[in-house]
Structure formats: structure tokens, C-alpha cells
């Protein structure tokens, strides 16, 4: 999967292929595999010391190099778009330390990194999702030891998380978490599906593309195998139901994306857009226009639509 | 406005411009050499490779230079070149006992063999400004007499150099200088620190990650690595009311040891240089218990270069965390493994904590609809109360 091979200039002194030694990505592998074996289990794992933040995808990161290869190819999104500043630092890492071919379109990627988004297209056979994951344990904000909470997730013991969202409906009417909204996998782990908006969590359940979570600083790695059931936590009272909007994008017109909003003046003007920059372009491009996209065209906002 | 035209790689590579530019400061101030902030600023350089992990002057020099003096920085800077070096071996462990003394003091014993060396302290310094340093940048200016104590001291050495030694110092520190702890355990009076059994390679948090509740080498470890500012603050907590620790100073030593190392193919020790050190050992009470006779416990802290204040506070912290094999109740922050060791780690804890400024707009507008829609429905239910009311009161 993987060669050694070494990026090297005149004043630099080499790294290795995809930064990391091949040491390290062995040992990483070897979480991995122990992660899809048992899905939504979180395997520990010697997270290294990374040339970029914590907490800033180190954990996506170190899966990413520990699976890249020569024949892959990257995208990178940061709250589903390409251009973010996080994605562009991360995709640019890739392509420095291992030389990679990178891509902003969905279907055309083998490894799909990301933070807070699922693209919007569906996945693929052979794709593999790599989140970036904060807070790997779903119960921490329940519990904050971890001494407790792996021995809550050893005996299946998620009543407390069901108590939580039951004082949620008993308060609000519903349940109030937006995103990182836990999941129960293969009927056996809950798992934090990293902070994805809850609109994303079905397209979790029976993916065909392997899912892998790194969590960098807290040191854990997860995964969920394909055809493997995602099931957000409910009550058959209160069905799960994710986020929808009044109105579709402003650019494209989609209707059943996730959107950002995007505030346009101070006198309280707002325009809704595709958070997955990808899929509004493509969507774009094969003539679907949006109420407002002529005015964003005339204003430079967005890439001339008239270019061929 | 709007952040769909792509310029977010064009921005970033413009950061790394005004950055080395905020770096370089103005150009009419001559530039640092890395040796004299190395030479210079020897304690900022002692914490950076605490932090880092790293025992390299050099390097943390160069670090401090490169993050403006942002000693988190430096240390992460520090981090992510540690992490890509290869492990050869494990040293011989270091006995601090041969010390190449430059201070050593003890709180428990008014003299003791070896004596008390106050060495380079700031300690008894007043902390009036020498402005002397200030105007004269190419002159070697030492000690100003109020601040090494010595009054008329710079006057009675040659060219004005307070740097000379006065003359009592010149003296040869005693060749023995035992370490205090050791002096009490020969009495029975000290808490027995034996290696577990085969004394095996402790373990490096580096390389695998933390399980709970940690072993002694695991905490030890993260707290040599941990912040200065945090292991302070935690070691006060146990001071002053959040833990009942009212230790004594057995004993502050900071100079030279050597590190050895056997390699494989040789089978016997080889010295590879010396490193500057401090190490503290705090004497706790401790009243004993059904097995152990009354005896003294041990907080221990060790650290890269002159730190005392570090290796202190992580000798009290070290022994708020022995409550689980002393079987005391873990009810204070500073006794609990977890809080101490997750929280210490400064670039863990900056990465996190920054990370709040990267774009969650994502995330955001799941709040929105959600507070939104939370609203609505309450209002849409206010209003219809209001309009039941008028009824209710015909």
C-alpha cells in the first residue's frame, strides 16, 4: 500500500513517505484493524507527535498517512468545503510529504478526509471516510473519567446516555444535540460520529465505504466497516429526525443538502448555501441555478458561472 | 463576505510571510544569534526542552527564536522534531547522587555534609530593575550589587566583572554531597522507592497511549513534559487547601550528571556527555498504617536545566498522586491521575483549546436551527395561551 520513498530538497533532511516512519503506520494499521473487527470500539492507540496542532486533525491525519498510497487519491473538507483554511493546510501537508494526487470531486477520491461534514453524493464501494475526531467518547460529557467509562462501554451499559436524552425531550420537546449526535453500531457500541451535523448520521448506516476515525490527541481510533447499521440513539415516541430548511440554496437550489448560512449585510440579510462546496459546484455546472446565484455571480462571490 | 472564491491557500501562505516578518521585527535592531538566546536565556531554554522533551540547548534556542519567545510554541516545535527521531535505546538511569553540584539545598537540616550551596539563585535577589543592563548592550555587565547581595563586591573585582566569583565561592565544593532523602532512609525513616521487580523500561508515553489509573513512571513522565504554569498551580492547590500537603524541601539539587549508555554490541557502559539537571525531593508526613511503621513519604520532581520552581511543584503534585498506594481518599484535583495527567500536557491543551477558532459554521447552524425552531414553537404556544385568556375571564 505504501513505498518508501522520501521527499527530499537540498536543505531539508528527509521524511519519510506520508511523514510518518513505516514503524508507526504498522502500528497504526494494526488499531485499524483491530477498530473494523470491532466496530465502534475506540482501540487505543501511540498517537504521535504531529507537525500540526492538536486538535486540529491530528488523528485524521495519522490515518490518512498510515493508509495513503502512490494510487490514491485525496480530498480534504473542512465543514464540507475544500477552500477552508484547515482542509487547504492538511491537503497541502499530503501533498508535500507524500506527493499525493488530491481532488475536490467526491466521487473521484479513495480517501475522503474531513472534519464536521459527510459529502453530500453518496459513497462508493472502496472509498474510505477518515474523520477527525475531538472527544472520541461518547459518554464523556456523561462521565468524565475513563477509567468509568470504558467499563460502561465493556457491559453495554448506556442507560445513562438514554436518561440524557430523555431529560432533553422532558425539557425542550426534543432532543437538543445538533451534531456529534451518538450512534448505537452494529447493535453493540455507541459511538460519537465526531461532530457531523445529525443530518449526516443516516448516511452512517449501511455505508459501503469503510469509515475510519482518528482521535489524535485523545489518542483513541475507531472505525465502522461497510454494510455495518449506524442507528442514531431514539425513543419510538420520538423518532430521530435531522435538521431541515425553509428554503433551498441560494446558488444551486438544492433542497436537500445541508446548509450554511451566510450573513450578507447588517440589516439582517441572509443567504442559505450548500456547506458542501463540491456538490454546489457540480450541481452548478449541470444548470441548476439558485435564486440569488446571478447576484453573487455579478459580485464576484462566487467563480464566474459564464467560464466554460 | 462570502467564502466561496477560493483564496484560502493564497491566505495561508501570506500568514508565513507576516509571521517571519512579526518575527524579524525591526530591521534596524540587530538580529539574535541562537547561541546567545542558548547562553542567555538559559531558563527559558531550560523549560522549552522540558516541555519538549527534548534535551537539546541548541534546539530549544533555535525554538524559542523561531516562536518569538513563545516558550508553548517552542516546546511544540521541540515535540514534532522529537517525534521523528529514532529510538536507539534506553539510557543507564541516571544517579543524581554523583551530581556535578552548582546548588544544592536542604530545608529539613541546617548543615549537613556537603553543606548548603546557594549557587546562581535568584532567591535572595531584590527584584529592583538593573538598568545597568539595559544601556550597555555589547558589554558584559555581571551581577549588579544589589542583586547578587554582595555589596561592593563588583567594585572589589577586577574591571568591574561582578561576574568574577567572590572569594568564598571560590572554594572546591565537598566531593560528597549525599542526597538528604538518602540520608533519612538510612534511618528507616524514609518511604523505600525500590524499581519493580526486573526494573524494567518505563514506559513512554510517547510511543503508547495512557491507561488509568496510570503507574508512578507514566506520571512522572507526563509531568516532567507537563506545564510549568499548570504544575504550579496544581502544586499550590495541595498547599493551600485542596490537598493536605505540608511538605518539607528534603532537598533542591541542580548541576551535572552524566548519561550512560550500553551499547548492545560493547556490553559495558559508555558516556555520552553530561546534562544539567534539577531534582527535588519533598519529605511528606505520613502517620503509617497496620503494615508500615510511621515514616516519611517522598514527592519527587526532576527537570531539564536550572527549573526549580518545576521540579517543586511536580514533586508535590507527585505526591498528591501517590493516594491510591497510600490508601488515602483521591479528593482533591491534584490527586486524581486523570485531571493531572490529561490537563498538564500545554500542546495538547493549546491545539484543543486554539482549535475553537477554526470554522465550526457547520456545527453553529445545527444550534441555529435548533434555537430557532425552539423559539417558534414557544411563541407560537404563548400566543395561543394569550388567546385562550380573554375567554377564560368572560
Known amino acids: 500500500m505504501t513505498v518508501h520513498q522520501s521527499i527530499t530538497d537540498e536543505t531539508r533532511p528527509a521524511y519519510n513517505y506520508a511523514y510518518l516512519d513505516e514503524q508507526t503506520k504498522r502500528m497504526i494499521r494494526r488499531a485499524l484493524l483491530k477498530a473494523v473487527a470491532i466496530p465502534g470500539y475506540q482501540v487505543p492507540f501511540g498517537s504521535r507527535e504531529m507537525p500540526l496542532a492538536r486538535g486540529w486533525g491530528t488523528g485524521g491525519i495519522q490515518v490518512t498517512a498510515a493508509i495513503i498510497g502512490p494510487d490514491d487519491t485525496l480530498k480534504v473538507i473542512d465543514q464540507g468545503a475544500d477552500d477552508t483554511t484547515n482542509a487547504v493546510s492538511i491537503r497541502r501537508f499530503f501533498e508535500r510529504t507524500a506527493d499525493a494526487r488530491t481532488t475536490e470531486a467526491t466521487d473521484e477520491a479513495t480517501i475522503i478526509q474531513t472534519r464536521h461534514r459527510i459529502p453530500e453524493a453518496p459513497l462508493k464501494a472502496g472509498q474510505i471516510m477518515v474523520y477527525q475526531v475531538p472527544q472520541p467518547e461518547p459518554l464523556r460529557k456523561l462521565e468524565p473519567r475513563e477509567a468509568e467509562t470504558r467499563k460502561m462501554h465493556a457491559w453495554a451499559e448506556y442507560g445513562l446516555m438514554q436518561v440524557k436524552l430523555y431529560e432533553n425531550i422532558a425539557r425542550f420537546g426534543e432532543v437538543t444535540t445538533t451534531y456529534d449526535y451518538p450512534v448505537m453500531v452494529n447493535g453493540r457500541y455507541v459511538m460519537a460520529p465526531s461532530p457531523i451535523p445529525k443530518f449526516d448520521n443516516p448516511k452512517m448506516q449501511m455505508s459501503p465505504a469503510l469509515q475510519l476515525f482518528g482521535a489524535g490527541r485523545e489518542k483513541r481510533i475507531y472505525a465502522v466497516p461497510p454494510h455495518t447499521s449506524v442507528r442514531s440513539l431514539d425513543f419510538d415516541d420520538h423518532p430521530f429526525r435531522i435538521q431541515s430548511w425553509e428554503q433551498p440554496c441560494a446558488l444551486c437550489g438544492a433542497a436537500d443538502s445541508y446548509l450554511d448560512e451566510v450573513v450578507i449585510d447588517d440589516q439582517g440579510g441572509r443567504m442559505f448555501v450548500c456547506s458542501d462546496s463540491h456538490h454546489c459546484e457540480t450541481r452548478r455546472a449541470d444548470g441548476h441555478r439558485g435564486a440569488m446565484l446571478a447576484d453573487a455571480s455579478a459580485l464576484h462571490l462566487v467563480e464566474d458561472e459564464a467560464k466554460p | ?394
Open chain 2, 1 to 394: 463576505m462570502y467564502v466561496a472564491v477560493k483564496g484560502g491557500e493564497a491566505a495561508i501562505l501570506a500568514t508565513h510571510d507576516l509571521v517571519a516578518e512579526a518575527r524579524r521585527g525591526d530591521e534596524s535592531v540587530p538580529e539574535l544569534a541562537v547561541a546567545q538566546i542558548r547562553e542567555q536565556m538559559g531558563l527559558a531554554c531550560g523549560r522549552v526542552m522540558n516541555e519538549g522533551s527534548l534535551y537539546d540547548p541548541d534546539l530549544a534556542a533555535l525554538a524559542l527564536k523561531q516562536a518569538q519567545g513563545d516558550a508553548i510554541e517552542a516546546a511544540f516545535l521541540m515535540r514534532a522534531y522529537r517525534t521523528t527521531l529514532p529510538r536507539f535505546g534506553s539510557s543507564e538511569p541516571l544517579d543524581t547522587a554523583t551530581m556535578a553540584i552548582r546548588r544544592r539545598v536542604s530545608a529539613t537540616y541546617k548543615d549537613l555534609p556537603g553543606g548548603q550551596v546557594l549557587g546562581p539563585t535568584y532567591d535572595y535577589t531584590h527584584r529592583l530593575f538593573d538598568f545597568s543592563l539595559m544601556d550597555s548592550p555589547d558589554v558584559m555587565v555581571g551581577l549588579d550589587p544589589t542583586i547578587s547581595g554582595q555589596e561592593g563586591a563588583s567594585r572589589a573585582t577586577a574591571a568591574g566583572d561582578a561576574r568574577v566569583k567572590p572569594e568564598h565561592d571560590v572554594k572546591p565544593l565537598d566531593s560528597h554531597m549525599p542526597r538528604v532523602p538518602d540520608i533519612l532512609g538510612a534511618e528507616g525513616l524514609m518511604e523505600e522507592e525500590a524499581p519493580p521487580e526486573g526494573d524494567p523500561r518505563p514506559f513512554d508515553l510517547t510511543r503508547e497511549p495512557v491507561t488509568f489509573p496510570a503507574d508512578r513512571d507514566v506520571r512522572l513522565q507526563a509531568m516532567a513534559r507537563g506545564d510549568e504554569g499548570f504544575m504550579l498551580g496544581l502544586g499550590y492547590s495541595v498547599q493551600r487547601g485542596y490537598g493536605n500537603s505540608h511538605p518539607f524541601v528534603g532537598e533542591i539539587r541542580v548541576g551535572e550528571v552524566a548519561v550512560e549508555f550500553v551499547p548492545e554490541e560493547l556490553g559495558f557502559a559508555v558516556d555520552l556527555g553530561d546534562i544539567t539537571l534539577t531534582e527535588c525531593q519533598m519529605v511528606n508526613q505520613f502517620a503509617g498504617s497496620k503494615e508500615v511503621p510511621p515514616q516519611f513519604t517522598r514527592g519527587y520532581g526532576l527537570s531539564f536545566g536550572h527549573s526549580e520552581r518545576k521540579a517543586m511543584s511536580m514533586s508535590l503534585v507527585d505526591r498528591a498522586l501517590k493516594c491510591r498506594e497510600l490508601g488515602e481518599a483521591a479528593t482533591y484535583p491534584a490527586q486524581q491521575d486523570e485531571f493531572v495527567l490529561y490537563h498538564s500536557d500545554n500542546v495538547e491543551a493549546a491545539g484543543f483549546v486554539e482549535h475553537l477558532k477554526l470554522p465550526h459554521y457547520v456545527d453553529f447552524q445545527g444550534e441555529l436551527e435548533l434555537i430557532r425552531r425552539i423559539r417558534k414553537e414557544r411563541e407560537k404556544r404563548l400566543a395561543e395561551q394569550q388567546e385562550a385568556l380573554p375567554e377564560a375571564a368572560e
